[in-house]
């Protein structure tokens, strides 16, 4: 039996996410746990995750188009004790087991839920994914190379495996024609060298500071590095990355490295509350606009099993969890977060709930996200870089407008206008982000076209402040002399006047 009390609370807050979310319809049911005609038609028993796909596969084939999407919220009256906790999947859908007398216990974690689900605020993104060609790149580096202890991987395989599911999530919406690749170094080192001017510092001294700084914990029996140490990872590591720009994008670089064998295996260890060192869940960490590293330590089977080959082959189910870490440190770079149960609320198990990951590593759900923030993101950058244009060009008469600069601002325009279209009356927010993405690389590419730079940085007053030290010297002289020379012509001009009043005068 349906609560009247609870459906009416749960029909305004449904009121309150539509009036701010157009595209969004959320569609809340109840469900007996017993077979269906939609258990049935999916061939489950009961409710569960396979329950939820199906029905989420049977309602995308329905739909003729994805411009609005439906969250499903099912409350179940199981036959045994409800659990109060809400099961959050990698779709547009969520549940809970809830009797009636639990009914009103729910409201507020689904309100939690709702608001997580819809209105969680992104982190600060660490790359710019508008631009067109971006680049990430993988490398494996072996820090100290030698039999037995000599890595190679096949970077097909482990895209193929890992990294393609959740980029191909955010193809053609979130990322445009980017690119992969790849690279194995050797001799190399995460800790950065101490700056000194003696050029006589050479590998033998820095492998003496490097024993410094990698420490070992003897009740653990694992050396570590502290975080600390970690801070100049960019500035000061020596070996080499990947430098390549196209179209001045900067690539996104992650790391694989494999300490020396003498320091297996290594773990990274950050200061807590109370100053102590505690040993972090995952040896990664991430740069903020360059990406991310992760310790790989061999296991000691794998190591013994290959003691005398001169390269070994990682397969890619070896590397599992490592790239589990890498694509949550993708995530963490495009804004979404990687624990949403870490600040639900602490009342028992009440407005507590479990979420779900889609196997890509990227929820359909934080997907639409993206979406909208992004579009948001978008409108706003592409409304700046035509106001910063318009200003440069009534500041400078003379910048030039060619006929490629007035097309592509002609063209951002449009598609700006497109993504209007497409948001307030289609409500198509796959259009939508895909015009304000288009618009975006157009208006950054006409604010910065090379046509524009020389004009707006060489202005007649920046050229005369620049030129003026070298030329101003000789004009000097230049100017003496012709003002010696309008002095004398003055002087003899004033004599020959003053003879000519007293010849004047004289004939009177």
Known sequence: MVHEQATERIKQQHQAHEHRHGEIEIHITRE?????????????SHFDMSYVACLQKMRSTEQTSSTRYIYDFYFIEP????????IVSPYRSAWVYATEQSMKYSMDAFHNVLNRMLYTPLQPSHIDIGVKDQIFSFTLLNSEPERGHNYEWNMHDIHAAYLSPFFH????????AYHIDSQILHYGYILSPPPTDDIHVDQTDFNTVVAKYIRKDEAGNYFYVTNKELQT??????????SSLVNDVSPVQFMVYIPPKKYLPLHIKSAAVNDSLVRSQYDAFIVPRFGGCVVYNPSPALMEANAKKRRIKLQTTELSDTFNVIVSQLRSMFGLRNDYSSDDDDDGDVGQAKYLMHDSGINDWELDLLIREYIVHDLHTVEIALMNIYAMIEKVSQLPI????????????????EALFACNRDQDFNACIQWTRHSNYLAKKAEYHPSMLPVLYFSPEFTYAVYSPYFLPGYIPIVAAVIKKLKAKFKAWKEKRNIQLDAVKKNQ
């Open 32 to 44: 007996q746990y017993t077979n269906t005609k939609q258990l049935q038609q999916c061939q489950v």
């Open 79 to 86: 036959a045994s004790k409800s659990a109060l906790q809400w």
């Open 169 to 176: 999530r955010v193809a053609n919406l979130l990322l445009y």
């Open 233 to 242: 990872f960019v500035g000061g590591t020596d070996w080499n990355r990947i």
């Open 402 to 417: 060619n006929q490629e600069v007035a097309t592509l601002i002609s063209d951002a325009v449009y598609a700006f206008d």
